[in-house]
């Protein structure tokens, strides 16, 4: 009996948009899409770097083009969105962190994390949603959320309460829509990303490797997920493979909410 090969998980003739597309978890994953045959556009307010990463996919024969966007900012989406006619897949990847409990988050603090991971998931889905679901692939959002969102970490008020509501944004988008897109959220752990390297500077300079032994710890599976876990979760959510797949929250977080 003859089987035919079949390359899984490919997205030939697919059109994608990554927030924060060009650093941490959104360069991997603009390259893990690039290398599936989409074609990529890198949105971050940071155009040097998005400008850096376009050109090596487009040197290396992949389909890549840099947006500068700030996703707190309506009419640098509109911008963006102006200038594409066709869009399938949203990854929604841009964020903030920070530390703090309840009583020492500052409101300014509070409301940053607010506007840059919850209103800025609802202004470039808003601004997007035509686009999406005049897909003939069937438009597909992937928001990055965090088990941050799912479950309770100490000093990280504002973090886990902005994390939810993507969440729930997420579940919400995918029952208002439930033929014409697939909306899914991934939930990492901890990953190795800039802003990881930013909070062990900041606020562990002395302790480094001791603190980042303790994140690895409390992953069972005994270290950091890395942005590559999350990129080909993307690449399989927007995928034809996924295709009954919508309102599901992944994790991928080494074992930590099963503990």
């Not at 506007?115 to 800025?120: A, C, G, I, L």
């Not at 999406?132 to 309460?161: D, H, P, W």
Request: net charge negative.
């Amino acid at each position: 009996m003859d089987i035919e090969r079949n390359e899984a998980f490919r997205l030939d003739g697919c059109v994608a948009l990554i927030t924060g597309g060009a650093s941490g978890i959104g360069e991997a994953t603009a390259i893990e899409l690039a290398r599936a045959g989409a074609y990529v556009y890198i949105a971050d307010i940071q155009l040097d770097a998005a400008q850096r990463l376009a050109a090596y996919l487009v040197a290396a024969g992949l389909h890549a083009v840099a947006v500068q966007m700030d996703v707190t900012d309506a009419s640098s989406i509109a911008a963006v969105a102006n200038h594409l006619t066709q869009l399938d897949l949203l990854v929604n990847n841009a964020g903030v962190g920070h530390v703090g409990s309840v009583a020492t988050t500052d409101e300014e603090d509070f409301d940053r994390l607010m506007h840059v991971n919850v209103r800025s998931v609802y202004l470039v889905t808003r601004a997007m949603l035509k686009l999406l679901l005049a897909s003939e692939r069937k438009g597909c959002v992937v928001n990055i959320g965090s088990v941050a969102g799912m479950i309770g970490i100490r000093q990280r008020f504002a973090y886990c309460t902005s994390k939810g509501a993507v969440l729930a944004m997420t579940r919400q988008l995918a029952v208002e829509y439930p033929r014409e897109l697939r909306v899914n959220a991934i939930c990492p752990g901890t990953v190795e990303t800039p802003f990881v390297e930013g909070y062990l500077d900041k606020y562990h300079a002395h302790e480094k490797e001791k603190v980042r032994e303790e994140l690895r710890a409390r992953q069972p599976i005994g270290r950091l997920g890395t942005p590559n876990d999350v990129a080909s979760m993307v690449r399989y959510l927007a995928s034809a493979e996924a295709s009954f797949v919508t309102g599901s929250l992944m994790t991928i977080d080494g074992g930590w909410t099963a503990a």
